[in-house]
């Protein structure tokens, strides 16, 4: 039988006929935005913003549009559309590379955010995949300049380059300048070798044994958040609520599997105990030898969380037997390096793999997991104006929880939740529960 990646290139295959420069494959990682975007009721996509306070009247917006035309030209991913044509999803590329680049109005009584919370509420799905808003606070004497993305052309890592080469391109001497059209045309080059070498590498983990791997592995799951309601939020209140904190770093930080075990603490906080949660993290690289472009990027691996108080470092009864021996850490870090040696099967095959094994999950995520270093997130300068980076909170999220850890000279952590499915009193809770749960009680352990 052929594997899930198998039948998507032949189809893709038959699609594109001599359409190849406009019309890309996609990744499995790529396959699930587009999955879940289209579960979605209002079709919304996943969007990564990254925001920067700078000086009022520092950013010459001209500047800025002629950098982010000159960044879209230099990247396929950027400038183009991901979507589904005749039910195939694929990357369709633009002839004239362009980027968006907005100043949103404010609407009587609109604050900044308010604008910029307006502004991707309204995002449109048939525009390019990077888009820039530059809106200004008067109050506060500052521009905020938000640079989106659409999550299925970019993943966490490349966000660090999208900011160094934004700056470099808007201090470029020619302002008007463009990026060579054999430039352009050699990176498209280089991005569909990248993203069919990712396929290949797909296609050849899609074993009948990696499907019995996740189908014991993940066969206790099933969502365990409660359905969304809009009722839930409370009258006025924005869609999701967040929160955040700062924490020592002692011996070089957490580990990763120390993250997944404080992830229970929080995860019995809001669901209960003697559950199997799924938590979703991205996780993998690109294939030997393949050029790093952006758009080509990780999987999303799923890990059972049990939890269970007494049900040990695995993910609890019933879930298979690679859970792990030891205890802590330890138990969680050996179930975890056993998924690793399958981390290039999609998603989408692993969740057919689980449904067929009988299990009633339909891949949906209880929580979302990102880690970063500090040092890969430089900040966006424009001009030699180093921008303070900032948040904008109240945006609608698409798991119930979402969790992001930032390792360096201190662990800054920041989850943000979901006010249709969690309350403010619940989250609160296990967000304490999670920053006790990651906080030594003694400085030489990790």
Request: net charge negative; aromatic share 6%.
């Amino acid at each position: 039988m052929l594997s899930i990646t198998s039948q998507y290139l032949a189809r893709y295959r038959r699609l594109a006929g001599d359409r190849s420069d406009t019309l890309l494959p996609v990744t499995g990682a790529q396959r699930r935005f587009v999955l879940v975007r289209s579960l979605d009721p209002s079709g919304r996509p996943d969007l990564v913003p990254m925001f920067f306070a700078f000086p009022y009247g520092t950013i010459d917006p001209e500047r800025l549009r002629a950098a982010a035309r000159r960044l879209a030209a230099r990247h396929t991913a950027l400038r183009s559309r991901v979507g589904v044509v005749r039910g195939t999803p694929v990357l369709s590329v633009p002839a004239d590379p362009d980027a968006v680049v907005t100043r949103p109005d404010l609407l009587p009584g609109e604050s900044p955010a308010d604008a910029i919370r307006r502004a991707l509420a309204s995002w449109d799905a048939q525009g390019p995949a990077m888009r820039i808003l530059l809106v200004s606070d008067e109050e506060r004497e500052e521009d905020i300049l938000a640079v989106v993305l659409d999550h299925a052309a970019c993943d966490g890592r490349s966000l660090a380059r999208i900011v160094d080469e934004l700056g470099a391109a808007y201090d470029e001497d020619d302002p008007a300048a463009t990026a060579a059209p054999e430039e352009t045309h050699a990176e498209l080059a280089a991005y569909r070798d990248a993203v069919l070498g990712q396929l290949a590498a797909e296609d050849r983990a899609e074993t009948p044994e990696a499907a019995a791997y996740w189908a014991d592995r993940l066969r206790a799951l099933d969502t365990h958040a409660p359905a969304p309601s809009p009722a839930r939020v409370p009258e006025g209140a924005r869609p999701s609520g967040a929160a955040q904190a700062r924490l020592p770093a002692h011996g070089g930080g957490v580990s990763f599997p120390g993250l997944l075990d404080a992830c229970r603490s929080a995860t019995r906080e809001l669901y209960g105990t003697d559950r199997t949660v799924p938590l979703g993290y991205p996780w993998g690289g690109r294939p030997t030898g393949a050029e790093p472009v952006i758009g080509c990027f990780l999987n999303t691996l799923v890990f059972p969380v049990g939890t269970g108080r007494g049900s040990g470092p695995g993910p609890g009864p019933g879930t298979g037997t690679s859970t792990g021996t030891g205890t802590g850490s330890e138990g969680t870090a050996d179930a975890w390096w056993d998924d690793l040696d399958r981390a290039d099967v999609p998603f989408d095959a692993v969740v057919t793999a689980v449904r067929s094994a009988g299990s009633r999950w339909t891949g949906g995520l209880d929580g979302l997991l990102t880690v970063d270093d500090d040092t890969r997130r430089p900040p966006l300068k424009l001009a030699g104006v180093e921008g303070r980076e900032i948040h904008v909170d109240g945006r609608p999220v698409r798991a119930p929880f979402a969790l992001s850890v930032t390792q360096g000279a201190e662990i800054r952590l920041r989850m943000v939740w979901d006010r249709a499915v969690l309350d403010d009193e619940t989250a609160h809770r296990a967000f304490d529960a999670l920053t006790h749960a990651l906080r030594p009680s003694d400085p030489t352990v990790r």
